[in-house]
């Protein structure tokens, strides 16, 4: 059989009226009754621009020129904006893109379920820039520019953008790419390292909390190690070394201390651990208000037994337990579940247990077994929690609070908890990542009283 040639694409431009936006952000057109996904445009707005792909079902293109702006249009304050992956949205005025993600879920909800009544909780507001503690960054050396490049990924493309700041990232991680460049240019095993996890917590007496997991695919030179570690040593982060799996992942420097860094949760005198490695909200104002919420919705009083599904390293099973009776924290991450137990241990909070389980199984030896809890929090990864669900409906709990990074998913959850005799009573989005089109979002779920 032979392969389909790729359809030849126009080199003019070709103008373009936006109708509304995808829900992956990107404008909608139409030419001769064909959709045309537009990166970089906005409703209303009227655009010149260039075609990136072809296919039978719909074609792509970029904004070369805007024609008739629209009054949500800004102008990006990150000069890489046009260009890198990280971000899809920084030309979308802030309050308007809160408003198109609030849409987004919305919409799904409302066109998915029967019971359409529920109330829309207000967006959870954080900072629009410098916000994000997390991020792995790719490295590679390009023989044409005799540079090392480091950063996030261009749109639509394997090429790592030409970068020397990042305006989304966190700006002690921000600052350190110009050095970093330099640095890595520098060394023996220079080609040797292709990407370079980043973490940061809060600062500890003055002092930041950072953390950079070089992935190193051949054991560095002598001389490597000493020039990374002085670069460490002199800008304030430690330094880990990766030259395997995710399990070979070893501090270098400092040698002496844990290999943990800390985020405080101040309303609940709380101060988590973790390892640079380790799952956290990358957004850490956002996750400040978020537990409090969560809470807030759970109802949680002191009588209260809580069962907390994905529970990571305890983010909401210890500040629930500073109100509830008792948690027990759920995780499918041995590691995840021993970090849980060090922070309950290290926060002196004792009516807490945590246990590790496959959530993603239909049947198993749950180790919930034989308790009964009055409250349920999930916190599930993209792909949801649809095979604990009808588990989760036979505890009969009173309250049930979910919270999700997949729209989708969380949709397709809401209509087997609805039918499994419970009720989406609000739900609402919460700006995690700012500038980006992922939606993170929060919903509360109640017993259907004309089902119970």
């Known amino acids: 059989m032979s392969r389909r040639r790729r359809q030849r694409l126009p080199r003019e431009p070709v103008v373009l009226d936006i109708e509304k936006l995808s829900h992956e952000g990107r404008g909608i057109a139409h030419v001769d009754g064909k959709v045309v996904f537009v990166e970089e445009a906005l409703p209303g707005e009227q655009v010149s621009a260039l075609y990136t792909s072809r296919r039978d079902a719909f074609d792509q293109a970029k904004t070369a020129q805007v024609i008739t702006a629209s009054e949500q249009r800004v102008e990006p304050p990150c000069e890489y904006a046009s260009i890198c992956g990280g971000c899809s949205l920084q030309h979308f005025e802030s309050k308007a893109q809160l408003a198109f993600k609030a849409g987004v879920l919305h919409e799904l909800l409302q066109h998915s379920l029967a019971d359409k009544d529920y109330q829309h909780l207000p967006p959870l507001e954080g900072p629009l820039f410098g916000y994000r503690r997390k991020a792995r960054l790719a490295v590679r050396y390009v023989h044409k520019k005799d540079s090392v490049l480091i950063g996030f990924r261009e749109k639509g493309s394997s090429f790592i953008t030409d970068m020397n700041s990042c305006s989304v990232l966190d700006q002690r991680v921000s600052r350190l790419l110009p050095g970093l460049r330099e640095l890595i240019h520098s060394l023996e095993g220079f080609r040797q390292i292709p990407?370079?996890?980043?973490?940061?917590?809060?600062?500890?007496?003055?002092?930041d909390e950072l953390a950079l997991v070089f992935r190193n695919l051949q054991p560095l030179a002598e001389n490597d190690l000493q020039a990374l570690t002085e670069f460490a040593?002199?800008?304030?982060?430690?330094?880990?070394?990766q030259p395997g799996g995710p399990e070979s992942v070893e501090k270098h420097f400092p040698e002496d201390g844990a290999d943990r860094l800390y985020y405080r949760l101040p309303e609940y005198e709380l101060e988590l651990?973790?390892?640079?490695?380790?799952?956290?909200q990358v957004n850490a104002v956002i996750n400040r208000k978020m537990i409090p919420m969560a809470l807030d919705l759970l109802e949680l009083e002191r009588e209260d037994a809580m069962l907390d599904l994905f529970c990571g390293l305890g983010n909401f099973s210890l500040p629930a337990a500073r109100i509830a009776a008792s948690v027990f924290g759920v995780e499918g991450s041995e590691a995840m579940v021993k970090r849980a137990e060090?922070?309950?241990?290290?926060?002196?909070?004792?009516n807490t247990d945590f246990a590790s389980a496959d959530l993603t199984a239909s049947d198993a030896n749950w180790p919930w077994k034989g308790r009964s809890f009055t409250k349920v929090l999930l916190d599930p990864p993209r792909s949801g929690a649809i095979e604990i669900l009808p588990e989760v409906a036979k505890l009969q709990p009173r309250r049930i609070v979910y919270v999700s990074c997949n729209p989708a998913t969380l949709v397709r959850d809401a209509e087997c908890l609805q039918e499994l005799g419970y009720k989406l009573e609000a739900a609402g989005v919460m700006?995690?990542?700012?500038?980006?089109?992922?939606?993170?979002?929060?919903?509360?779920?109640?017993?259907?009283?004309k089902r119970h």
């Open 195 to 207: 990407q370079i996890e980043v973490a940061a917590g809060d600062a500890q007496d003055g002092v």
């Open 233 to 241: 040593r002199s800008e304030g982060f430690a330094l880990y070394l």
């Open 273 to 280: 651990a973790f390892h640079p490695m380790d799952f956290t």
């Open 342 to 350: 060090e922070n309950a241990r290290r926060m002196q909070v004792e």
């Open 431 to 449: 700006d995690m990542f700012p500038q980006t089109t992922h939606v993170e979002s929060i919903a509360l779920f109640l017993p259907d009283k």
